[in-house]
């Protein structure tokens, strides 16, 4: 099922957020073509596929892009598919002979996603970099972190996913539906430095405002405040608070016994004297002991959970937040959809598992395989 059911998409297969782009679209329905290259990608070799959970929803086909039979073959794929993506350096494909203009030359209704991590121009279009390079030079590395501290790394969950791989997802979509209307494919450029400066958005805003201190770890929402933190418990866990507003934060004090304290929550200067207040509080009662107490109320809580932790939680149990595939715990596919529901189609493939059997069924006849075969171009 799932609301993409009918569109096809070639992958070409590559590292961090394309891959993560293709796991959501598979999950939505639409059928993804991994074209991964012989051997798979070394950095990314798993000692069992199904771990690679990324991978989940799409088969997988091994072609050498690096022999000109190897080429024409995903140019004749391209024929039959709706999108293509890829997440190489601006040049590369153009170099193989995959380039927006070769294959929208073969159709000219493809959507053609590229990710990247600086954007197909500029001047460091073709510097190397990762996640944590791209999310500083959009400015959103510098807001997470804590006072006198240097930023922290939010693991590569800011501009590999979030401002890479969805926003990329989110691109090819927006192009397949204007497609349906103008018969006309276009190239998406999707730039983590890009998707990631759009996350920021409403800090340009309150910055602008006067409302942001350029300091981090010194605003409400960045730990500065005493209401909007986590807290060590008396079992070394933790525990999240964030009663912003007002009658969430006197819900709070209220069950915390601190209602009629002089503890004001909108007087920065007081902040620091305030968290030493809590911290101390908190470390009187283990995490459980503090879930009994104010999980499903006002207060704004949630127990800080850990990713072996978060599948066993009650409420993630009631909602089916994640399942189990091919033996690995992983988050299902969202959002959820009333009448098209999504849902992982198949665990993560073998570098080349499906070769034969994909290449039939996107009408590659049997004696062009045999051939392919032969000359090293498909394995």
Not at 105 to 119: D, I, Q, S
Not at 196 to 203: E, I, P
Not at 227 to 255: M, N, Q, W
Request: negative net charge; contains cysteine; hydrophobic residues 40%.
């Amino acid at each position: 099922m799932g609301p993409l059911q009918g569109i096809k998409l070639i992958e070409i297969a590559g590292m961090g957020p394309a891959p993560f782009a293709a796991m959501w679209l598979a999950d939505m329905g639409a059928e993804v073509l991994r074209v991964e290259r012989p051997g798979g990608i070394p950095a990314q070799s798993w000692p069992e596929p199904a771990v690679d959970v990324v991978s989940r929803g799409r088969r997988c086909v091994c072609i050498d892009l690096k022999r000109s039979e190897g080429v024409a073959l995903v140019l004749d794929l391209v024929q039959h598919a709706d999108g293509l993506f890829e997440g190489n350096r601006p040049g590369v494909m153009e170099r193989l002979g995959l380039g927006p203009d070769a294959c929208l030359a073969r159709n000219p209704r493809l959507v053609y996603g590229r990710m990247t991590g600086w954007g197909q121009d500029g001047p460091l279009a073709q510097a190397a970099g990762h996640d944590l390079n791209f999310i500083a030079l959009a400015g959103a590395l510098d807001l997470i972190g804590r006072q006198g501290q240097p930023p922290t790394p939010p693991v590569n969950l800011v501009g590999d996913y979030a401002g890479g791989g969805m926003v990329l997802a989110f691109g090819m979509v927006c192009a397949l539906l204007e497609c349906q209307r103008s018969g006309r494919g276009q190239v998406i450029d999707a730039s983590i430095v890009d998707g990631a400066a759009m996350l920021t958005a409403v800090f340009h805003g309150i910055r602008h405002a006067g409302f942001l201190r350029e300091e981090r770890g010194t605003n409400i929402i960045d730990s500065g405040s005493h209401f909007y933190d986590a807290y060590e418990t008396a079992d070394g866990k933790y525990v999240s608070i964030a009663s912003f507003e007002p009658h969430f934060y006197a819900e709070l004090l209220r069950r915390l016994g601190l209602e009629g304290e002089d503890l004001p929550q909108m007087d920065p200067s007081r902040w620091p004297e305030l968290k030493a207040r809590f911290a101390p509080l908190f470390k009187t009662k283990t995490r459980q002991q503090w879930c009994e107490l104010l999980e499903g109320t006002d207060a704004c809580f949630a127990p800080v959970l850990s990713l072996g932790e978060a599948p066993q939680h009650p409420h993630n149990q009631a909602r089916g937040t994640f399942v189990e595939v091919a033996g690995v715990v992983q988050p299902r596919p969202a959002p959820r959809f009333s009448r098209t529901p999504a849902e992982i189609q198949r665990p993560p493939a073998r570098p080349g598992e499906h070769t034969e059997e994909a290449l039939r069924d996107w009408g590659v006849s049997a004696d062009r395989i045999v051939t392919l075969k032969d000359a090293g171009a498909i394995v």
